[in-house]
């Protein structure tokens, strides 16, 4: 029981940094109707800067989120300008290619800068950890829990509670009907765009403290980011929450209690029974004409 | 339509010159070894098929300097012989197809008169296979999974003491030589799913289990695998006085950084890939690092043949410091001496003399005595190497020692 109860921990812990990534990812198919087949990548690509940051002038890691975040804001809206406004009439498809070769792109370039190898960010607090009633929590991967959820709070207010939270609903809703509505949705979904990889930006700041990277790191990240977008169901921010937090605890369970073997495996099973009772995902809705 | 002609015309002629501009680099490239001041007669040519692209491009760099290194020395020396030595490299793209071609280039195309090995045992299969049908010899530094000796190849001799999975052997007869009452009672074995560490780990737990060490928790996890919170949550749990574990890099440092947040240091720590990284105690902060062992065929301070010469020259020449000379780089400088070694005591460095004269006896290199089976699998054993005062030192066995194992002390945070 203790066992079960230690991976719970670590689990959900970690879960909340899966669920920041995906986040982004969810926020971007929205307003552009394209898998950010580069979210994993910009995580990567941050966790590269923070590590920068750290050791060459001494930043904190979670500080530097505050420079990554509107740097990453800026990025991209830049990567919406640039690539995916002039493709936006040609097919989703299109701008997933894009996406995916710009992600092969970057990891060229920090392969270039930071060599292959293994990277980990270490501050002086990486290794701490509180005991609690007998079960260890990771200082570090608490605080990523909780910027995970501020991250995350402030996302779902300004989606609900402000006027370009009420466009980007919109413009994920129904594109056309927001633009006879006078919603300017190129600009919304350049919006949409900086805050999905912003929400990269900050995950990876913290990201390099809990795990060693490199950049071939972006295709384990990926592959579970596109299996909680799938479970989560890709529009629903709720969906994408649950399913990164069940994603984090299925896998942590099954390795620490069964064998790490069967630990992508056993997700692999809770993401197909799920589709064969929800085909939309957990909390995805069926679009109107579906088959 | 014509300016469209015109266009395509340029364009080609532009290709054509970026193409003839790269081959003409990559002719002054391959031909660029160091000078000799005495050396006379036609150059001796060796072959080497290096990855200086694709995903084996940064960990043959370091081999690559070594195979430099040693013909810069040996043609400052004089050459061999008194022939210049010109390494002819070119790139496989770290692809088992490619090499193949390379190596059939090199040989028939080129005519070089020896060839030495490329970087890893997945190139050096199909590699070894091509030098054993023209007859020659195939001196390679890094090639030591199973599958190469598999091929029973009598030309190919692997320019380390041990073979990939008997070097955990050293570490399991250190614990076996320890006294009774302070050998660890129970030890745990993760591992990595990987041919190399998976025999590794293998092989030492058999020989502990049947020592009577009992076995409280073992497991392999896929060998991408960075989150290894809950292998250490089980590890912690089981609560063992010895880890054995079957890592390449980052997994120890995840391994570790698990323990530290545990707060659980067993008695003894192994990991079979990891601590040997120069970069190791940065990564598990430098007090975590103390008293964690692994082992290795070459560390900067070896009392071998032509160590201190070859650590003087690699500094001198690529800069940095004694330790953080990659072992690669010593592996395929050692290449290099065992042809020195032949031209020593057999006056001419022919395939059918290399590989007659390696078979017999033993041969002093940067990287210890070595000798061959029939099969070119070493003869010889890997050192236990530990980090002892922020050093990564050889502690076992004692003859290759250059201090006492240290008890692992409690984690530092």
């Known amino acids: 029981m203790h066992l079960f109860v230690q991976a719970t921990i670590v689990g959900i812990l970690f879960g909340g940094v899966y669920a920041l990534i995906a986040s982004g990812q969810a926020i971007i198919f929205g307003v552009t109707r394209t898998v950010n087949f580069a979210q994993a990548i910009f995580t990567i690509l941050c966790a590269y800067l923070s590590y920068t940051l750290f050791t060459d002038f001494g930043i904190d890691p979670f500080l530097s989120i505050l420079v990554l975040v509107p740097a990453m804001f800026a990025f991209g809206i830049g990567i919406y300008v640039l690539l995916l406004r002039r493709l936006s009439r040609s097919g989703a498809e299109l701008g997933l290619l894009v996406l995916y070769g710009l992600g092969i792109g970057i990891q060229g370039v920090l392969d270039f800068v930071y060599k292959t190898n293994n990277r980990v960010i270490t501050p002086g607090y990486a290794n701490n950890s509180w005991t609690v009633a007998g079960y260890q929590i990771p200082e570090v991967r608490f605080f990523a829990f909780l910027l995970a959820v501020a991250v995350l709070g402030t996302l779902q207010l300004i989606r609900q509670r402000t006027k370009l939270g009420r466009a980007l609903r919109a413009t994920t809703q129904n594109p056309v009907a927001s633009r006879l509505l006078g919603v300017d949705v190129e600009r919304i979904s350049a919006i949409g765009m900086g805050l999905g990889v912003a929400a990269a930006g900050a995950a990876g700041g913290v990201f390099g403290m809990i795990l060693p990277f490199n950049g071939n790191t972006q295709y384990d990240l990926l592959s579970k980011l596109l299996s909680i977008a799938v479970l989560g169901g890709l529009l629903s921010m709720p969906g994408t929450i649950v399913a990164a937090v069940i994603l984090g605890v299925v896998e942590s369970v099954v390795a620490a209690t069964i064998s790490p073997d069967w630990s992508a495996f056993s997700f692999l099973v809770v993401l197909f029974a799920v589709l064969i009772i929800r085909p939309q995902g957990l909390f995805g809705r069926r679009l109107r004409g579906a088959l | ?413």
């Open chain 2, 1 to 413: 339509m014509v300016s469209n002609v015109a266009r395509s015309g340029w364009a080609a002629l532009a290709c054509l010159a970026a193409a003839l501009s790269l081959a003409a680099c990559s002719t002054s490239a391959t031909n660029s070894s160091a000078g000799s001041k005495t050396a006379s007669g036609p150059p001796l040519v060796i072959g080497v098929s290096m990855s200086l692209s694709g995903d084996f491009a940064t960990l043959a760099n370091p081999a690559l300097k070594g195979y430099k290194l040693w013909a810069s020395t040996v043609n400052a020396k004089g050459g061999l012989l008194g022939r210049k030595v010109s390494l002819k490299i070119v790139d496989d793209a770290s692809n088992p197809t490619q090499v193949v071609t390379n190596y059939e280039n090199l040989i028939t195309a080129d005519r070089v008169n020896l060839v030495f090995g490329p970087f890893s045992s997945l190139l050096t299969v199909p590699a070894a296979t091509i030098a054993k049908r023209f007859g020659y010899a195939f001196i390679e530094p890094s090639g030591g999974a199973p599958q190469v000796f598999a091929l029973h190849l009598h030309n190919l001799f692997l320019a380390q003491p041990a073979p990939i999975v008997s070097s955990g052997d050293a570490f399991a007869n250190y614990i076996l030589s320890l006294p009774t009452a302070q050998r660890p009672r129970t030890a745990a074995y993760p591992s990595a799913d990987d041919p190399f560490t998976q025999a590794i780990v293998g092989e030492i737990r058999q020989r502990l289990q049947a020592a009577g060490i009992k076995t409280v928790y073992s497991t392999t996890y896929a060998a991408e695998t960075v989150d290894l919170s809950p292998v250490v949550t089980r590890l912690v749990a089981a609560k063992p006085d010895l880890l054995v574990s079957g890592t390449g890099g980052a997994d120890a440092v995840a391994e570790v950084k698990g323990m530290v947040q545990a707060h659980f240091t067993p008695k003894f720590v192994f990991f079979t890939g990891g601590p040997n990284d120069p970069t190791f105690p940065a990564q598990v902060g430098p007090a975590n690092a103390e008293g964690i062992f692994s082992t290795g065929d070459w560390f900067p301070q070896a009392k071998t043949a032509g160590n201190a010469a070859f650590e003087k020259a690699y500094v001198a020449k690529y800069g940095g410091t004694a330790a953080r000379i990659d072992p690669a780089a010593a592996e395929a400088f050692a290449c290099g001496q065992l042809l020195e070694l032949v031209a020593q005591r057999y006056g001419k460095v022919d395939n059918a003399t290399i590989i007659s004269a390696l078979h017999h006896g033993t041969w002093p290199t940067v990287e210890g005595n070595l000798s061959w089976n029939a099969d070119g699998s070493p003869r010889g054993s890997d050192i236990v190497v530990q980090w002892v005062h922020g050093q990564l030192l050889p502690v076992y066995p004692t003859a290759q020692a250059l201090t006492k194992p240290i008890a692992k002390p409690a984690w530092a945070g």
